[in-house]
């Protein structure tokens, strides 16, 4: 929980080295993935779409969306589990079949599913680790792609695929892909929490490096924040633990 984690981290965070860190257990070496070969044909005009996505703990997974360009707007919340029981204590006893999610509105025209999907892998999780992600531990910190339609589910499936046969991990990638059966919004605390809270020492230690690593590997795409500043001017790889 991360909850639980916040005391031990915030003593220890001045020797955590979050700039320079080494590439993630799973990661063969940091940086953008390939494009998606595979991808959705592009609506009409005007058109928004949403991907929903789970990569560990949804503020870090939201404000590296909330700094893309062609994004519109990013929601934490929760999917996987019933309605009723998407609360975050709730959720977060692992039992209630939830993972922390985020909804991201996307504009298809100025970025693709495909996209998206490509700076998920590349920057936002790390998609080898099982039902954990970094310091977060329980079914609730899956990966996991919630696929709103069959183009989604055959886009999704198709990069996992892609990936896993050009060996871009170290692992193979563990993300699943789901049918979507609801998208239930977290509570207000939680939205736009890395944009609103960027010194908090998780965000520090873990999720300011992932947007780091997207202003680096991915500049035509990164949109900056008046809020954030990063601690160094050399953004190089993933966070580790």
């Not at 494009?35 to 058109?47: F, H, R, S």
């Not at 994004?71 to 039992?95: I, R």
């Not at 990966?143 to 170290?170: C, M, S, T, W």
């Amino acid at each position: 929980m991360k909850t639980q984690f916040l005391a031990a981290l915030a003593a220890a965070a001045a020797a955590v080295l979050i700039s320079n860190a080494a590439p993630a257990a799973g990661v063969l070496k940091p940086g953008a993935l390939p494009a998606p070969k595979v991808n959705v044909a592009l609506p009409a005009a005007g058109t928004m779409e949403t991907a929903v996505l789970s990569g560990g703990c949804f503020w870090g997974v939201q404000g590296v969306f909330e700094h893309v360009k062609g994004v519109k707007k990013v929601y934490s919340g929760y999917s996987g589990g019933p309605g009723a029981a998407a609360h975050y204590e709730l959720v977060g006893t692992g039992t209630t079949g939830h993972a922390e999610s985020v909804q991201i509105v996307f504009d298809p025209h100025q970025i693709s599913y495909g996209e998206v999907l490509q700076i998920f892998f590349s920057v936002a999780t790390d998609p080898t680790q099982v039902n954990m992600q970094f310091p977060d531990e329980g079914p609730q910190y899956r990966g996991e792609i919630f696929y709103a339609n069959p183009d989604q589910k055959r886009v999704a499936e198709a990069y996992i695929q892609q990936l896993n046969e050009a060996h871009a991990f170290k692992k193979p990638i563990a993300t699943r892909v789901d049918p979507l059966k609801g998208f239930f919004k977290a509570e207000d605390y939680h939205q736009d929490y890395l944009v609103r809270h960027p010194e908090q020492p998780y965000i520090a230690t873990y999720d300011i490096p992932k947007v780091a690593m997207l202003r680096e590997v991915f500049p035509d795409r990164y949109v900056a924040k008046p809020t954030l500043v990063f601690p160094t001017d050399q953004p190089k790889t993933r966070p580790t633990t």
